[in-house]
């Protein structure tokens, strides 16, 4: 749709737009504009930006989701939500757009054009991100010619964040509502998803309205949002973004315990020689990120007496930071996969710490790399020259080195002289040893005797994990669940980050209502609880591999990132995992399920021997280590 962005909002009296007459669906492709890439930080917003509005498009169509048929993006964007809905089934198409983003939808998502019948009418269109310009009741009604007989319209329409540009919106969205009516379309609705309003337009009324609908009080609130002048920005954007976000609630106080968090750790100063900084993740979004960093305290010095101050591994390493780490008896960095390009703290260092290679030369006390893993995901561009200088030095003046697996080892000695490789070690994960660190509790056996399977996917670069397998993927998971659930077991879907939750469409199109467990603000005692108490888990994140693990508790990897499949080479288990991307995946899941869940006694026996084989290499570094920041044993 061809919304020119130029022509300013004036609801009543717009000039109306150009209109296409017929909807070309075509590959994507074309050269970046202007030879401009998109960046990593970039694509990695984008696709988690996807997986809401996927969401909330499943959320929308209701069980039509689960009768696949044809839909088409106008002028797509790079957040787009067809990838995902192709794996519902549906086929999926692109028109218009412009050059870089159409080739960078390709590159991120695998995917071309339209498929199958290209002249036959889309049951669904969708236009992201509409500039503030009226449609005319001409055009919307070609629209709705172009559609089938049951056919639904969505547009999309992204809030400014001051008071005047929501008002703005309101109004938009109230005239737009009402030509869509006078264009005969059956029945309009908006609605309130992934920090959007979305206008939707069916052509024959469904028999219930989905989704957060905004009523006439809440879209009169938002039209008086311009006399809101005084108010900040931030909080008018906030509001919005708490009413129209997926779990909009529980993540804005999520992420405001964590703010509190963070500032409470930033406040506690490092006073004394025997101070030890460990910089990682501690105020995570990710369930498995909170494991791990408190795991890896208990595992270098868990004794009442150690005196830890936490610093953010992401935050800006200034000259106080340095001078802050010197007065210490030594830092600690990890565990975690940290050697990973595409977050906004990475321009520095080429990964996640950001210590540019100054200030790394002036720490003089020792340095402890543990537990770290190369972290690259599948069809990501490789690191930049910073990465391999800021390695180079941080190995040179490490202490200790340890990495969490062999395959990482290997990725890592390419870009080391072979006397730097020489000084990586072998330290897997602590929380693959929670049991031996006496973190692990008793397990707890259900009272009506089912046995539980753990469902956990993982939807943050989907593009990359999933490399364009949408439907053999996720129907893969969904029919290992499906087959389960005909066996008699319970489905639980855990969710270490909110966008997890994203498979549950997927399991109902299986026909599997599965339970749903987040464990982003939950406690480590919550978290480890869960996965002491249940009988396998079926995991894309590697925590939900290696805790469960650590807890002695059977593992069915769902392997979508080589740190998987390396974590079950070094444990001497490769059968206990499954390549998402190959072929009948589904039917590769349920064999590899029958084969662990046919004897869950001999699974856990085998368990905790490859367990005993970490720990004893994990009590072989916590000498080394101890002894080189002077704790005692």
Request: with cysteine.
């Given at each position: 749709m061809d919304m020119s962005p130029d022509i300013p909002m004036n609801p009543e009296n717009a000039n109306p737009r150009p209109s296409p007459v017929a909807f070309s669906a075509k590959p994507l492709g074309g050269q970046g504009q202007n030879g401009q890439a998109h960046s990593p930080q970039t694509v990695k917003r984008a696709q988690l930006s996807a997986v809401w509005r996927f969401e909330a498009l499943s959320e929308l169509l209701g069980e039509r989701a689960f009768k696949p048929g044809k839909a088409i993006e106008f002028d797509p964007v790079l957040?787009?939500?067809?990838?995902?809905?192709?794996?519902?089934?549906?086929?999926?198409?692109?028109?218009?757009?412009m050059a870089d983003v159409n080739a960078a939808i390709a590159e991120t998502y695998r995917t071309g054009g339209a498929q199958g019948d290209a002249a036959a009418k889309p049951d669904l269109l969708l236009s992201q991100d509409l500039p503030p310009v009226v449609p005319s009741e001409e055009e919307l009604a070609r629209l709705s010619d172009m559609l089938a007989s049951d056919g639904m319209l969505v547009l999309t329409v992204r809030p400014g964040t001051s008071g005047m540009a929501m008002s703005q919106m309101a109004r938009y969205v109230k005239v737009t509502s009402r030509r869509l009516k006078a264009a005969g379309f059956a029945a309009v609705k908006q609605h309130l998803f992934a920090k959007e309003c979305w206008i939707a337009a069916y052509k024959v009324a469904p028999g219930s309205m989905r989704g957060r609908s905004i009523g006439r009080g809440e879209l009169a609130l938002w039209s008086g949002a311009g006399a809101l002048r005084s108010m900040p920005e931030r909080l008018l954007s906030g509001a919005w973004q708490t009413r129209s976000t997926r779990h909009g609630t529980p993540l804005a106080g999520h992420r405001l315990a964590n703010a509190r968090k963070a500032a409470r750790l930033r406040r506690k100063a490092v006073i004394a020689k025997h101070s030890l900084v460990h910089f990682g993740v501690h105020a995570p979004d990710n369930a498995?990120?909170?494991?791990?960093?408190?795991?890896?305290?208990?595992?270098?010095?868990?004794?009442?007496?150690?005196?830890?101050?936490?610093?953010?591994?992401?935050?800006?390493?200034?000259?106080?930071?340095?001078?802050e780490i010197n007065?210490?008896?030594?830092?600690?960095?990890?565990?975690?996969?940290?050697?990973?390009?595409?977050?906004?703290?990475?321009?520095?260092?080429?990964?996640?710490?950001?210590?540019p290679i100054e200030s790394l030369r002036e720490i003089e006390v020792p340095i402890i790399v543990f537990a770290v893993g190369?972290?690259?995901?599948?069809g990501q561009g490789e690191f930049p020259q910073a990465f391999v200088d800021s390695l180079k030095l941080l190995v040179e003046k490490a202490a200790f080195v340890g990495i969490r697996n062999h395959g990482s080892i290997a990725a890592l000695r390419s870009y080391l002289p072979e006397k730097l490789g020489a000084k990586l070690h072998f330290q897997p994960c602590p929380t693959t040893v929670l049991t031996e660190l006496g973190a692990a509790p008793a397990r707890r056996e259900t009272g009506d005797g089912r046995k539980r399977l753990v469902i956990n996917a993982a939807f943050d670069r989907f593009?990359?994990?999933?490399?364009?397998?949408?439907?053999?993927?996720?129907?893969?998971?969904?029919?290992?669940?499906?087959?389960a659930k005909a066996n008699g077991w319970e489905i639980i879907a855990s969710c270490h980050s909110y966008d997890d939750e994203a498979i549950v469409p997927f399991l109902k199109r299986a026909g599997v209502e599965a339970s749903v467990r987040h464990f982003a603000s939950s406690p480590t005692s919550e978290i480890l609880d869960f996965y002491a108490g249940v009988d396998l888990v079926a995991g894309m994140r590697g925590h939900a591999q290696m805790i469960p693990f650590g807890l002695g508790t059977p593992i069915l990897s769902l392997i979508a990132h080589d740190k998987l499949g390396w974590f079950l080479d070094d444990i001497g288990h490769r059968e206990w995992g499954v390549e998402l991307t190959d072929h009948d995946t589904g039917e590769r899941l349920r064999s590899a399920f029958d084969a662990?869940?046919?004897?869950?006694?001999?699974?856990?026996?085998?368990?905790?021997?490859?367990?005993?084989?970490?720990?004893?290499q994990t009590c072989l570094n916590r000498t080394i280590v101890q002894s080189a920041l002077s704790l005692e044993g």
């Open positions: 957040a787009t939500p067809l990838p995902l809905l192709s794996g519902l089934g549906w086929d999926v198409g692109f028109s218009g757009g498995g990120d909170l494991v791990l960093f408190e795991t890896v305290r208990q595992c270098i010095d868990g004794s009442p007496s150690s005196d830890w101050v936490l610093r953010d591994v992401r935050a800006p390493v200034t000259s106080d930071t340095i001078e007065r210490s008896r030594g830092m600690v960095i990890g565990g975690g996969g940290l050697f990973l390009v595409d977050l906004d703290s990475s321009s520095k260092s080429g990964w996640q710490w950001p210590c190369y972290n690259r995901f599948r593009g990359n994990r999933l490399q364009g397998q949408y439907e053999n993927a996720l129907g893969g998971i969904a029919s290992l669940a499906a087959h662990i869940a046919g004897d869950l006694t001999a699974t856990r026996a085998a368990i905790a021997a490859a367990r005993q084989v970490l720990w004893d």
